[in-house]
């Protein structure tokens, strides 16, 4: 080899790479990182060229569903708008990276120029707006405080340019995963043209745009934090008035922010009221107010079906569980096994038993001068005969308390007994 590069243009950019630049704009203290790391997600999204994202309106820009959609205009291969005209791009958000999440992105750039949501202006007012965009990001790729990592992860900063980040996001959708979005919906969306009558017989629609969206957007491919919801308020378990006033609070707060109070790269959004509400959901716990989802493939939705099994299972195991354990104290009670009832019993067994040997002490003979046999013996107190004659054998006693120790009118008649013979021994 001669040392010659054999790299054309430049090159694309890695996914990790991505994340990593979008991060350090993220944290950046400075306002102008905050709408250059709004151009970063929103080209890597919409997998267009840059000059199609400093000339998108803010008017062009709507909310349907789970996704946010971009009506595409002029491109290069349509200079006069009419091929897309009702086919929008749409974009969807990351929870679980929310540096590279274009709702977040979004959310931050309005916050910090309040002023573009009076409409009819370009999302990034300003001239030279592609220059500015091109030098930040490629001051980041090169500084060296993260040059080394950019390196190791695939992206040297020669060959760093915007053109990477569209080169970057089409090769991590067509190739980055082993089920990848339709080809045809990827060159819709990057705005190619495809050979031969491809282009007239293969047209336009929203369900491989979806998909291409959900997996443009960083969401695990093989994982089912692909078919998550984006993070919304939640009020579906509260009554109609609360619904209501909960949405005019956020609505009057939001009002509240914009213009006067807005703040640079400040993170508002965590100091908005009624937080506790908001959520993130799936198709298996959905609700009400879930946005509905969009986008999600055959083999995901399989997936989110054993997922919904699982937790039905999961919920099954815990009423088995508690309802068994009520069940079976119920039964256990019923029949006095191992309740209170039951050592009361064992207690009136041990005082029955300490009882009768007394009887068996003060009634028996001295072995010098046995009693005649027919010598009977007296008691201040009379007793039906059956009972007497069980008193007076301990063996039988215990056989009649045993037969009849279940029985709760048996325990009531025993303890009246022992009532009797306290007053005997006493």
């Known amino acids: 080899m001669l040392g010659i ?3 054309e243009g430049e090159k694309p950019l890695p996914f990790k790479a991505y994340m990593y630049l979008a991060q350090i704009l993220f944290e950046s203290d400075k306002p102008e990182h905050i709408a250059a790391h709004t151009f970063l997600i929103l ?40 091929r897309n005209i009702d086919h929008p791009w749409h974009l969807y958000g990351n929870t679980k990276h929310p540096y590279i999440c274009c709702f977040l992105a979004m959310g931050r750039h ?54 990477s980040i569209r080169k970057g996001a089409v090769t991590h959708i067509s190739t980055g995963t082993t089920s990848c979005p339709p080809i045809a919906s990827i060159c819709l969306r990057a705005n190619w043209s495809m050979p031969g009558v491809m282009n007239r017989y293969i047209k336009y629609k929203n369900a491989g745009d979806q998909f291409v969206g959900k ?13 998550a919801s984006p993070a919304y308020f939640d009020f579906s378990s ?7 006033r909960y949405m005019r609070t956020l609505d009057n707060w939001i009002k509240d922010q914009m213009p006067e109070d807005a703040r640079p790269n400040e993170k508002q959004q965590e100091k908005a009221p009624l937080a506790q509400h908001l959520t993130v959901k799936y198709p298996w716990n959905k609700t009400n107010d879930t946005p509905e989802l969009s986008g999600i493939p055959p083999d995901i939705l399989i997936m989110l079906e054993f997922e919904m099994m699982k937790q039905c299972m999961e919920n099954m195991k815990i009423s088995i569980e508690s309802s068994f354990d009520t069940t ?14 039951h050592f009361k019993v064992i207690e009136m067994m041990a005082k029955m038993d300490q009882v009768l040997n007394n009887i068996s002490k003060n009634n028996s003979p001295p072995l010098s001068s046995p009693s005649p046999v027919e010598e009977e013996h007296e008691f201040p107190h009379k007793f039906g005969d059956c009972f007497c004659e069980q008193l007076l054998d301990r063996r039988s006693t215990w056989n009649f308390f045993e037969h009849h120790v279940s029985s709760g009118a048996a325990m009531y008649c025993f303890s009246n007994h022992l009532l009797d013979l306290k007053a005997i021994i006493s």
């Open 110 to 163: 309005l916050i910090n120029n309040p002023t573009i949501l009076a409409g009819r202006c370009a999302i990034f007012e300003g001239t030279g707006q592609y220059d500015r965009f091109c030098r930040i990001l490629y001051e980041m790729v090169s500084d060296l405080r993260y040059r080394d990592k950019f390196v190791s992860l695939g992206m040297p900063p020669q060959y760093f340019g915007t053109h």
């Open 238 to 244: 509260c009554e109609r008035q609360d619904q209501e």
């Open 5 to 7: 590069s054999i790299v």
């Open 215 to 227: 997996c443009v957007s960083g969401r695990t491919r093989m994982s089912k934090e692909f078919g």
């Open 328 to 341: 079976l104290k119920r039964e256990l009670d019923a029949r006095a096994v191992g309740s209170v009832m």
């Open 43 to 82: 080209q890597w999204n919409l997998i267009s060229r840059a000059e199609f994202v400093l000339e998108s309106k803010i008017d062009a820009i709507l909310f349907q569903n789970d996704a946010m959609l971009f009506d595409v205009g002029k491109t290069k291969t349509d200079q006069e708008g009419t």
